[in-house]
């Protein structure tokens, strides 16, 4: 995703409570499941999701 989409889709569900839209910056330059592609987007959401792992649970 980048920033046009982020923008896009803000302007368009405003009216939703959207979760934080991250732009995880990995070039539009790949093909289709192309290894490289894999790991550069592994390389920006592992460390987002291991924060999330790491909040609290909410249901105690």
């Not at 368009?12 to 995880?24: E, M, V």
């Not at 490289?36 to 909410?58: K, S, V």
């Amino acid at each position: 995703m980048d920033r046009e989409q982020k923008r896009w889709i803000q302007e368009h569900y405003r009216s939703l409570p959207l979760p934080d839209i991250r732009i995880l910056d990995v070039p539009d330059e790949f093909t289709y499941l192309d290894p490289r592609l894999q790991a550069a987007l592994r390389a920006a959401i592992d460390p987002e999701i291991d924060a999330l792992l790491q909040l609290p649970d909410p249901n105690g």
